[in-house]
Structure formats: C-alpha cells, structure tokens
C-alpha cells in the first residue's frame, strides 16, 4: 500500500547550518507530495508541495524535488535558523488521478536550531 | 479569520465515559478529516468526509465515529473511550476534494483517557 518514510530524528544544528531531511514514498500511479511543518502548541501548516515527477517545490527558503526515480522527496534548505525548529512531516496524497481522501504522513522528525 | 478550531483544547476523562470533540471551520471547505498524533508513529488518518454525508474510515477508524450533516462541522465521537485512544487529536479542512489540494489544521485537542 502507499506510505512514507521519513528520516528518524532528532535533528540538531547551528544557526546557518544547511539542512536535509529524507522522505522517501511507496505509491502506485502518480501521488502528490508535501511537507507540512507543526511549530510546538500548534497544528501542521503546508509548507511545500510537488504534484509531478520532477517538479520543486519551495516556501520560506526550503525546496523539496519529486524523484520518481528515486521515490523521494527530500527537504532541504541552505541556512536554517532558530525560528525553523519545528517538527517536519512528509506526506503523501495518492495518484493524481483520484481525488483527495486519504492522506499518508510520515512520522515527523524533530528539528531543533541552536544560535 | 479563516480557521478550524476545535474543541476542548484539553480533556481528561474516565475510561467508558462517552465523548465528543467539536470542530468547525469557517471557510466552506468541502473536504475534512481526523487525525491522531502519537509519538513514533506520526499522523494517522481516522476518518474523513468529501462532503456533507459522505464519510470514510481512515487507517484507524475502530472506536470513533464520525458526522456531517453540516458542511462547517465535522464531530469525533469516542463512545466508550479506552486508554489506547490517550493521543493528541488533529482536525483538518480543504478548499476541494482535488488530490493537490491542502489541508489546514486546528491546533489539537489532547485527550487523555484514564
């Protein structure tokens, strides 16, 4: 069935430091992808998302590419800061040929930025 | 302001004691859905609703029920709630039904169970 596989956490770094998260996914046809982002007390907000092979999506300084090749989906950004520290989750919404119902998140991975 | 919010924030129960968790938004969204949060297992899905009527089971639908007879509110109810349902709970809208289309959360409602 579909899923997501994220990398375990915690991750911790200095300011400015250049950050990868690993997601990788196990879909049939052609699912969309996300990152969604939960600072501490509150609820998931969409940072980024990709609906085809190939395509980048980027918010707030974070890209993320759909590799179809690959099945990930990988999060990065150049220069993290402490307001970044949250909790990141991938996730996965099944081919784009059906509509939206079920969602697949990954398990989270914890980000904590030191200045 | 365009939000879901949900209701209580907090609750602490006795295990049988029946339950229900409001949350409605205010942006005419068509889609909903329920969360639960654990720790090392992430989001998993409970049910979901495409519109007014309409429900589906998510990945761990045993034990809760679901309503929609309104498009703004979309209830969880734990009937005979257990200690195993002791998580933090997430409700989530969507503009459309479209396999692209985003969520937006509440902000959690953490239940503990007793």
């Known amino acids: 069935g579909d899923s997501v596989t994220q990398m375990e956490g915690p991750v911790t770094l200095s300011e400015e430091a250049f950050l990868t998260i690993n997601c990788t996914y196990t879909a049939t046809g052609y699912p969309s992808l996300f990152w969604y982002v939960q600072y501490p007390g509150e609820g998931l907000q969409l940072l980024l998302k990709a609906t085809k092979a190939d395509d980048k999506g980027s918010n707030k300084g974070f890209e993320a590419t759909y590799r179809k090749e690959t099945t990930s989906f990988h999060l990065e950004k150049g220069s993290v800061q402490v307001s970044d520290s949250a909790v990141y989750f991938c996730?996965?919404?099944?081919?784009?040929?059906?509509?939206?119902?079920?969602?697949?998140f990954g398990r989270g991975t914890q980000l904590t930025v030191w200045p | 302001e365009a939000q879901v919010t949900q209701n209580p924030r907090y609750l602490i129960t006795v295990t049988g004691k029946k339950l229900t968790v409001t949350c409605s938004q205010n942006?005419?969204?068509?889609?909903m859905s329920w969360y639960r949060q654990d720790p090392g297992l992430g989001l998993r899905q409970i049910y979901y609703?495409?519109?007014?009527?309409?429900?589906d089971k998510g990945d761990v639908p045993e034990g809760y029920k679901v309503s929609r007879k309104e498009k703004r509110n979309f209830p969880l109810i734990l009937e005979s709630p257990s200690p195993n349902q002791t998580s933090l709970y997430f409700c989530?809208?969507?503009?459309?039904?479209?396999?692209?289309?985003?969520?937006?959360f509440g902000n959690g409602t953490r239940l503990t169970v007793t």
């Open positions: 989530a809208s969507s503009p459309s039904t479209g396999y692209n289309s985003p969520l937006h």
């Open positions: 942006m005419n969204h068509e889609y």
């Open positions: 996730a996965l919404s099944p081919d784009r040929g059906s509509t939206l119902g079920r969602l697949y």
């Open positions: 609703s495409m519109n007014v009527e309409v429900t």
